[in-house]
């Protein structure tokens, strides 16, 4: 019988506890890197971690440890879910900690402020490992309804499909099902626009635009992706998939999104001070909509709405004129 695969989690937010869930269900040893140590030590004396998962009883076979190098440990793959904007600065300190031939997996969906680099290319350039030692999960998959154990598929992408298959047996459950990709960049771009997307369609509820908006939003802003996306060299079919059209449905009608809901908010009339006060946990869009705007610049793709986006969160845009100016561009086909 082989050995489990080893697993080091790095952080024990929603999302990190969530998949270390799920890596433990599949039957991996898991260790979660907490930066608190009561965070950590709630998950080992009371099987919760009550700060992102409340109500949730973890498996017993998911440790965790504020001790990074405890963690990195020996781990056959080592899992990044952090905010997206800290993940230089957290993976430039544990990068001397990894084992030696770990593969490097982002959890996250966003893109660098400043250098507009996806997940995967600021792990590549921080732990200096090439593409056949990184890979993306991404898709569907809200933490709470993971963490409950209800059903979800996901994608597991890295450019060596062996890696990526490996990866995908070490986190199939009978609740979540993985499928491999070999296309990382249409994969990284699909999570990191739908939060953008999330939050358009989020002020567009809070409007009370209703269910035609909220479907014309998706939509479009799904063809803004693969824009983005086809002129970075992915696939555009990946946009049609689980990394795209999947995990923008699931976002743009989830009250649990915490994307939508900080649009929900704005489109109410909050603030944005406001706003970020009532937002406890990471919402990727907010600032990756600066990032993802400035990655189309560069390469000469237009995406209104992300820039609507960019216009109402940081310009202070009022909604109904952002609204009024997106309607009014002028009259093209549907396809160019
Ligand atoms: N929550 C969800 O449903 C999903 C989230 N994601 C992605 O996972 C990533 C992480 O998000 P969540 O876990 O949801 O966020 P979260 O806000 O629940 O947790 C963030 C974690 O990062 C840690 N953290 C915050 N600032 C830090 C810093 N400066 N240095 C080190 N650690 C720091 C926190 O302690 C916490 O453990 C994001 O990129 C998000 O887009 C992806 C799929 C699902
Ligand atoms: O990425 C997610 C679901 O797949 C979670 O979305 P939020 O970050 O908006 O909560």
């Given at each position: 019988?082989?050995?489990?695969?080893?697993?080091?989690?790095?952080?024990a937010?929603?999302?990190?506890?969530?998949?270390?869930?799920?890596?433990?269900?599949?039957?991996c040893e898991?260790?979660?890197w907490?930066?608190?140590?009561?965070?950590?030590?709630a998950?080992?004396?009371?099987?919760?971690?009550?700060?992102?998962?409340?109500?949730?009883?973890?498996?017993?076979?998911?440790r965790?440890?504020?001790?990074?190098?405890?963690?990195?440990?020996?781990?056959?793959?080592t899992?990044?879910?952090?905010?997206?904007?800290?993940?230089?600065?957290?993976?430039?300190?544990?990068?001397?900690?990894l084992?030696?031939?770990?593969?490097?997996?982002?959890?996250?969906?966003?893109?660098?402020?400043?250098?507009?680099?996806?997940?995967?290319?600021?792990?590549?350039?921080?732990?200096?490992?090439?593409p056949?030692?990184?890979?993306?999960?991404?898709?569907?998959?809200?933490a709470?309804?993971?963490?409950?154990?209800?059903?979800?598929a996901?994608?597991?992408?890295?450019?060596?499909?062996?890696?990526?298959?490996?990866?995908q047996?070490?986190?199939?459950?009978?609740?979540?099902?993985?499928?491999?990709?070999?296309?990382?960049?249409?994969c990284?771009?699909?999570?990191a626009?739908?939060n953008?997307?999330?939050?358009?369609?989020?002020?567009?509820?809070?409007?009370?635009?209703?269910?035609?908006?909220?479907g014309?939003?998706?939509?479009?802003?799904?063809?803004?992706?693969?824009?983005?996306?086809?002129?970075?060299g992915?696939?555009?079919?990946?946009?049609?998939?689980?990394?795209?059209?999947?995990?923008?449905?699931?976002?743009?009608?989830s009250?649990?999104s915490?994307?939508?809901?900080?649009g929900?908010?704005?489109?109410?009339?909050m603030?944005?001070?406001?706003?970020?006060?009532?937002?406890?946990?990471?919402?990727e869009?907010?600032?990756?909509c600066?990032?993802?705007?400035?990655l189309?610049r560069?390469?000469?793709?237009e995406?209104?709405?992300?820039?609507t986006?960019?216009?109402?969160?940081?310009e202070?845009?009022?909604?109904?004129?952002?609204?009024?100016?997106?309607?009014?561009?002028?009259a093209?086909?549907?396809?160019?």
């Open positions: 019988m082989s050995m489990p695969a080893k697993a080091a989690v790095f952080s937010g929603s999302w990190g506890t969530a998949f270390g869930m799920v890596l433990a269900d599949a039957g898991v260790t979660l907490a930066r608190r140590p009561e965070v950590a030590e998950v080992n004396s009371g099987r919760t971690n009550p700060d992102y998962l409340p109500g949730v009883e973890l498996p017993g076979n998911l965790a440890t504020t001790d990074p190098a405890e963690a990195a440990a020996g781990a056959d793959f899992f990044l879910s952090v905010p997206s904007q800290t993940m230089r600065a957290n993976l430039a300190e544990w990068a001397p900690l084992a030696p031939r770990t593969v490097l997996v982002s959890l996250m969906k966003g893109v660098e402020l400043g250098t507009a680099m996806r997940m995967s290319e600021v792990i590549e350039d921080v732990a200096k490992v090439g056949d030692r990184v890979a993306v999960v991404t898709g569907p998959n809200l709470r309804e993971i963490a409950a154990r209800m059903p979800a996901a994608v597991v992408a890295c450019t060596d499909e062996t890696v990526a298959r490996r990866l047996a070490a986190c199939h459950t009978p609740y979540f099902r993985p499928y491999t990709e070999t296309d990382v960049v249409g990284e771009l699909g999570g626009v739908k953008v997307i999330g939050l358009a369609v989020g002020i567009a509820d809070g409007m009370g635009l209703g269910d035609n908006a909220k014309s939003l998706i939509t479009r802003g799904l063809a803004e992706t693969a824009r983005l996306g086809t002129a970075l992915a696939d555009p079919l990946t946009f049609s998939g689980l990394a795209g059209l999947g995990d923008l449905v699931a976002t743009c009608s009250p649990l915490r994307n939508h809901t900080f929900t908010n704005l489109g109410k009339g603030s944005l001070e406001e706003t970020i006060a009532v937002t406890k946990q990471t919402a869009g907010v600032k990756s600066e990032s993802v705007a400035d189309a560069r390469h000469g793709v995406m209104p709405i992300t820039e986006v960019v216009d109402i969160v940081h202070g845009k009022p909604p109904v004129v952002a609204l009024k100016e997106l309607m009014s561009r002028s093209k086909p549907e396809r160019r």
